[in-house]
């Protein structure tokens, strides 16, 4: 997929420019376009109660432009000012979703539950649930100035799995280093039916991507802190990974993986389902 038309989130969070750094980065690497989406409520917390003055909300607005406007205009990069300051939590990450669907790319910050959260704290659950998009999601504690130099691509042989090592191809074409971590659970009887031998790093090759195959036999429960941990041992840039569990991972409820990732996560995180 060519990566011709980002977006990234822009709020009133301290880690704004942080992800628009990253953001302009990506847009002038692949030559992209790249929307900032202004979303945050005007409701403070999530009750509708409390209401941002508009004089407040107004001045959030302009902040986060002028801050956008001057990093894309630094770079030369083309853009797209879009913003949704209204309404309540819920329908200001409706429009985000629906914001999420024009772009090959979403890029958002990870919710640090430490800070008062003036953008739904599920914005990026529901970004990955229904925009039909991948999700690039930046921690909030690190720097980052660029993704892909070394990836770690977390694969179950799942459909969610094979979106997103397709969606992140892009980023890790010149890669330094790729691990493709297969995460397999000990079989209970042999196969039914002879099957090929297929290789997800070979598909990987085929793109020029160099990538060194390390197969783990896990438990089903395991599966984010296997993850994490070996992103930590390779020192990733990059964890890529679908955001729903293998059907041979029964426990895992659908909403599990993601949430636990999003809550965990070290490095960026590229999502797919």
Partial sequence: ??????????DSGERTAERLGLAVSLAARFGARLAGLFAESGSIGASAVGRRSPQNMARAIEEA????ENRTRDAGVTTDWWQIEQGDYGQVA??????????????????????A??????????????????????PYAGHFSSVGSRALVAWTGSRESARAVNDAIPLMEGAEEVTVLSLQLAPTEPPSVPVPQLDIAAHLHAHGIDARYDRVMIDELAVVDTVLNRAAEVAADLTVMGAYAHSGFPLLQRST????????????VLLSR
């Fill in 117 to 138: 959260a003036m953008a739904p704290p599920d914005i990026v659950e529901r970004v990955l649930l229904d925009s039909g998009r991948p999700v690039l999601v930046v």
């Fill in 1 to 10: 997929m060519a990566m011709k038309h980002l977006l990234v989130h822009m």
């Fill in 257 to 268: 993986l993601p949430h636990e990732i999003l809550r965990t996560m070290t490095t960026p």
């Fill in 65 to 68: 432009r002028t801050l956008f």
């Fill in 94 to 115: 409706s429009w985000s979703v629906i914001c999420c669907r024009y772009v090959d790319l979403a890029i958002f910050g990870q919710h640090d539950p430490e800070q």
